[in-house]
């Protein structure tokens, strides 16, 4: 499968954890982004690498969470301290960027639940 | 501020009809407008895309979407509806100007009924 992968699809942890997620986009991929969905909503952007420099951050990805993409390849988000309130589908996607546009594709999500 | 609505939870449709899915948005610059479409315990799908050019844009599965400037819409559209498109579909929008990242609205639950 050469799509965008997410590891893993599941976790469940309780409050006050530390847990990190990983996502392998696809290969020639420049840019990463991360996106949180809540039920009922449509996602929301966290974060976006090109390469290995992450260039914005949103207001939603407060001190407890951390994105790295080490060698401009794979990232890991890493949320310290869980809450409740953290419990989300959190998704990856990866663009090869263009001179017009980039087409992002996302990975199936990694479903977090803090208990 | 960017944002993109969606201003219906839930459409339903019978098998072979047409359905329309709406979405409207606002950005500061010129948009770049997508639809995806999300299946139970799956990501989200591109379905496609307006960048420039004819306002009528074709995609994946047989559905298409119509770019309205004055109207700052971009409706999903698809003449015939199977059961197999019941699913979660989200319009987003991108500012050519400002940012890489998506807009997404809350989205639209597509039901087609046999």
């Known amino acids: 499968d050469t799509g965008v992968s997410q590891d893993p699809r599941h976790k469940i942890t309780k409050r006050g954890q530390n847990v990190t997620f990983r996502c392998d986009p696809i290969?020639?991929?420049?840019?990463l982004y991360w996106y949180r969905q809540t039920l009922g909503q449509g996602p929301e952007f966290l974060t976006y690498f090109q390469n290995e420099a992450q260039l914005e951050k949103s207001r939603l990805l407060s001190d407890r969470f951390s994105a790295e993409r080490p060698k401009g390849s794979f990232s890991t988000l890493e949320i310290q301290r869980t809450e409740q309130g953290d419990s989300a589908m959190y998704l990856c996607?990866?663009?090869?960027?263009?001179?017009?546009?980039?087409?992002?594709?996302f990975g199936p999500g990694t479903r977090l639940t803090v208990l | 501020a960017q944002s993109v609505a969606q201003p219906e939870d839930q459409v339903n449709v019978a098998e072979g009809n047409p359905l329309t899915v709406k979405c409207t948005y606002s950005v500061s610059g010129n948009p770049y407008l997508f639809w995806y479409v999300q299946y139970p315990n799956r990501g989200l799908q591109f379905l496609l895309k307006y960048i420039t050019g004819d306002n009528l844009v074709k995609g994946s599965y047989g559905f298409e979407a119509e770019f309205n400037k004055s109207q700052t819409s971009f409706h999903l559209k698809k003449p015939s509806a199977l059961v197999s498109d019941s699913a979660l579909y989200f319009c987003?929008?991108?500012?050519?100007?400002?940012?890489?990242?998506?807009?997404f609205g809350s989205g639209t639950r597509l039901l087609v009924r046999p």
């Open positions: 290969s020639e991929h420049n840019r």
């Open positions: 996607a990866s663009s090869l960027a263009t001179l017009q546009f980039d087409e992002q594709f």
């Open positions: 987003a929008v991108r500012d050519m100007k400002s940012s890489y990242k998506l807009i």
